[in-house]
């Protein structure tokens, strides 16, 4: 079957540090390619950097020199650390498994950036 469950999202002053983790059960986590999405209310869902299988990655470019997108094939989980927070960054951000047969989902972790 397979689950994601993001955890790590909260409240966060401009400036601020975040870390999401993205756990992964009941599939191979270290064959699958892993991203970070995010969306607020009334828009698209926006990719925000992916890593592939083999440890290469990719940012929005809104996002690059603050994120770090990183794997732990070992624990089974993804990380996204995010440094210098902006307001623009609060969104709700999921993560996503993806093969070449099928996507996964996770249910989301709520991310708010705010004095």
């Known amino acids: 079957q397979g689950q994601l469950v993001e955890s790590g999202g909260g409240l966060v002053q401009p400036g601020g540090s975040l870390r999401l983790s993205c756990i992964a059960y009941e599939i191979s986590f270290s064959f699958w390619a892993m991203a970070w999405y995010r969306q607020v209310p009334g828009k698209q869902r926006e990719l925000v950097a992916d890593i592939t299988s083999d440890g290469n990655t990719n940012y929005v470019d809104s996002v690059k020199g603050r994120f770090t997108i990183s794997r732990d094939n070992a624990k089974k989980t993804l990380y996204l650390q995010m440094n210098s927070l902006k307001p623009e960054d609060t969104a709700a951000y999921y993560c996503?498994?993806?093969?070449?047969?099928?996507?996964?989902w996770g249910q989301g972790t709520q991310v708010t950036v705010s004095s």
């Open positions: 996503k498994a993806s093969s070449s047969m099928r996507n996964i």
